[in-house]
C-alpha cells in the first residue's frame, strides 16, 4: 500500500485547507485510514480515522480527536482511492506535519503511511 499526501499550506487562523490522501498498490483489503498530526517538539496524535471500512466494501466509522471535533471532516472517495480530510476553523495550534496512514484487515498497527504534508496556520 502507498500514500501520497497533499494539500498542506500556509492558511490565516480561521480559514480552510483540504488535505488528500491516495492509496495505491493493493488496497483491495485496506478497511481503515486516518490521518495523523505532528507539531515541533510534539508527540505524533491522531486527528481523524475512518475503521471498519474501505476503499472496496465501503462504509465504516470515523472517530475524531476532541480538540478537532466539529471544525474537521474525514471522508473517503472509493472510486478514486482517495481520504480527504476538510478543515475548517483552523487555529494555531493545528500547525503540524500532516501524514495519512492506512491499515488492512486484521492488521492492529498503522503500518502504511504517507510522506507527511505540512500546514501552518499563521495568527
Known amino acids: 500500500v502507498q500514500l501520497q499526501a497533499s494539500g498542506g499550506g500556509l492558511v490565516q487562523a480561521g480559514g480552510s485547507l483540504r488535505l488528500s490522501c491516495a492509496a495505491s498498490g493493493s488496497i483491495f483489503d485496506v478497511n481503515a485510514m486516518g490521518w495523523y498530526r505532528q507539531a515541533p517538539g510534539k508527540q505524533r496524535e491522531l486527528v481523524a480515522s475512518?475503521?471498519?471500512?474501505?476503499?472496496?466494501?465501503?462504509?465504516?466509522?470515523?472517530i475524531y480527536a476532541d480538540s478537532v471535533k466539529g471544525r474537521f471532516t474525514i471522508s473517503r472517495d472509493n472510486a478514486k482511492n482517495t481520504m480527504y480530510l476538510q478543515m475548517s476553523g483552523l487555529k494555531s495550534a493545528d500547525t503540524a506535519v500532516y501524514y495519512c496512514?492506512?491499515?488492512?484487515?486484521?492488521?492492529?498497527?498503522?503500518?502504511?503511511w504517507g510522506q507527511g504534508t505540512q500546514v501552518t496556520v499563521s495568527s
Open positions: 496512514a492506512a491499515k488492512r484487515f486484521s492488521e492492529t498497527w498503522w503500518n502504511y
Open positions: 475512518i475503521t471498519g471500512g474501505g476503499f472496496i466494501t465501503g462504509g465504516g466509522g470515523t
